[in-house]
């Protein structure tokens, strides 16, 4: 069974030993605010090997999976970025081979291509932990002598590269305060350490192992994106990469992670569609349709802990005294038999062959886009156009909706119009880095009023709901007083939401946005 433990640490160079003011090259950590005591834990003797993909795909989303023997976490890890010093390891116990439940956390990434052994390193730790006046571990420093051997693919391959450095590794111990970090940086500078150039031992390793050794640091590219076609494609890059990220963080069960896969899918699907004369919607279509399956598949579980969310903080807000009956264990029961099942439905998506071809399919086409004529003209004569033809359609849905009597049908309407809303702000923000603040005003504009429609789907989706919880607790016997209730609060909900869509339509259609756009 795997564990994930939250790793927050930093690195440093060790200066020539000419220069340590120690002989361990460490100044005295004493001194560090907050540390009463250095404790020494000895050297242990570490031997990791490293997998990825022939193409170093882990290493480019800069996750990293090993194998790792010695040591008191010995057994396979696998790590993925959080933020900047910050990961999440996620451990299972020494094997012979990948633990399952490990493969399927970088199988966005790997699908078919296959792990092999890229790196080994051995490493001779010395241990200090520093400690507070009541004894409690506040940062384990670490001095990592380390010898580094690039592997041809198989466990007993020749070496390909060879490289050896010492850096010094100061992890946050658990439920500490991270200022102590900044105290022994403080420290660590003033002695002529610096932070370590690589974000890790491994990218160390690769760079330093590299056949010919390590070559010249790549030149910085001169520009962004310039065309049309240039900020589209970034765009759908950054969805793509965030659909592989959100992959794993799904499996894990993260929170909002559903959601935020969702909202990729979306953001891609609707840039293929608002952009048809930059990409050719012959080659994209068919790629929308079934970015359009992912999100409904998993839609099914998302949606569900929305609603349950919104009736769970509806009742929170009510008096004990108009709680009649067993308002919050019907819930619960309902809940429970309508997401029966979801996460395992969730996780077969993920591991289909159909979803496995899409990712595969996507770097395809991001590698060879399918580009038509308008993706290589400059980006604010072509992106304008294709932003105000969504307005234009979600105009004829607004005024579709206002149009018509409060019911069904209207209902309907606001629904449709909320969709035209996301996708006309998903647009403007796939070119918000090449409009600047015009395509920020539009899309904020647009947000808000997706929010509104959005709320008012939230109540007729609640309202259905609740006559059918209603129903249940008649048949049980119990009280529906309470599910009327709430019944009553989600219709005026609703009809507030009504009566603010010509204020909020008037401002979303102030001239002056669409004029903006244009220059």
């Known amino acids: 069974m795997a564990d994930t433990k939250r790793e927050i640490e930093r690195k440093y160079e060790l200066p020539a030993p000419s220069d340590a003011h120690e002989p361990s090259g460490l100044p005295e950590l004493t001194g560090v605010k907050g540390v009463a005591s250095v404790r020494a834990r000895g050297v242990v003797e570490l031997d990791a090997v490293y997998y990825d993909t022939a193409d170093l795909r882990l290493t480019a989303g800069h996750v990293t999976l090993r194998r790792r023997t010695g040591g008191g976490d010995e057994g396979w890890h696998l790590k993925f970025p959080v933020s900047t010093g910050i990961r999440d390891e996620i451990r299972a116990p020494l094997a012979d081979t990948l633990p399952d439940e490990l493969a399927a956390l970088v199988r966005s990434r790997v699908r078919s291509a296959g792990l092999i052994p890229v790196v080994r390193l051995m490493t001779s730790r010395d241990v200090l932990h520093l400690l507070d006046a009541k004894g409690t571990l506040l940062a384990e420093v670490s001095v990592d002598a380390v010898r580094a051997r690039r592997l041809t ?3 007993g391959g020749e070496d390909a590269g060879t490289a050896s450095w010492t850096e010094v590794e100061v992890e946050l111990g658990d439920d500490a305060d991270p200022a102590i970090l900044d105290a022994v940086e403080k420290k660590f500078r003033k002695a002529g350490l610096r932070p370590a150039s690589a974000a890790s031992k491994l990218a160390r390793a690769l760079a330093e192992t590299a056949p010919g050794g390590p070559g010249p640091a790549a030149a910085p590219a001169k520009g962004g994106p310039r065309s049309a076609g240039d900020h589209i494609l970034a765009y759908l890059r950054d969805q793509a990469d965030a659909i592989i990220a959100q992959d794993p963080a799904v499996r894990r069960d993260l929170p909002d992670s559903v959601h935020q896969l969702r909202v990729a899918t979306r953001r ?81 998506v993920l591991d289909s062959e159909r979803y496995l071809t899409l990712l595969d399919t996507l770097d395809g086409l991001l590698t060879a886009p399918p580009l038509r004529p308008d993706a290589a003209r400059p980006a604010a004569k072509v992106l304008p156009r294709a932003i105000l033809k969504n307005y234009e359609r979600l105009a004829g849905r607004v005024g579709q909706a206002l149009a018509l009597a409060p019911g069904e049908e209207r209902d309907l309407a606001m629904h449709n119009a909320r969709k035209a809303a996301k996708r006309a702000r998903y647009a403007a923000e796939a070119a918000r880095p090449a409009l ?13 009023l997706q929010t509104a429609l959005g709320d008012h789907q939230d109540s007729v989706v609640a309202r259905e709901a609740l006559r ?16 009327g209730l709430l019944y009553g609060e989600e219709e005026a909900q609703g009809e507030r939401r009504e009566r603010e869509l010509p204020g909020l339509w008037e401002e979303a259609s102030d001239p002056r946005l669409r004029a903006d756009l244009t220059g």
Do not use: C
């Open 153 to 155: 693919g198989d466990t």
């Open 268 to 348: 891609m699907r609707s840039a293929f569609r608002t952009y048809r004369g930059i990409l050719d919607r012959s080659v994209t279509d068919p790629v929308a349709e079934e970015l359009q399956w992912v999100a409904t598949e998993l839609g099914v579980d998302r949606d569900h802990e929305v609603l349950d969310e919104r009736l769970s903080s509806r009742i929170d807000a009510l008096p004990v005294t108009l709680l009649l009956g067993p308002v919050r264990g019907r819930l619960q029961a309902w809940d429970a038999a309508q997401r029966a099942g979801s996460r395992s439905r969730t996780v077969a």
């Open 436 to 448: 600047g603040k015009a395509a920020k005003r539009f899309a904020n504009r647009m947000k808000a």
């Open 468 to 483: 059918d919880l209603a129903v249940q607790a008649h048949a049980a016997g119990e009280s529906a007083f309470t599910w």
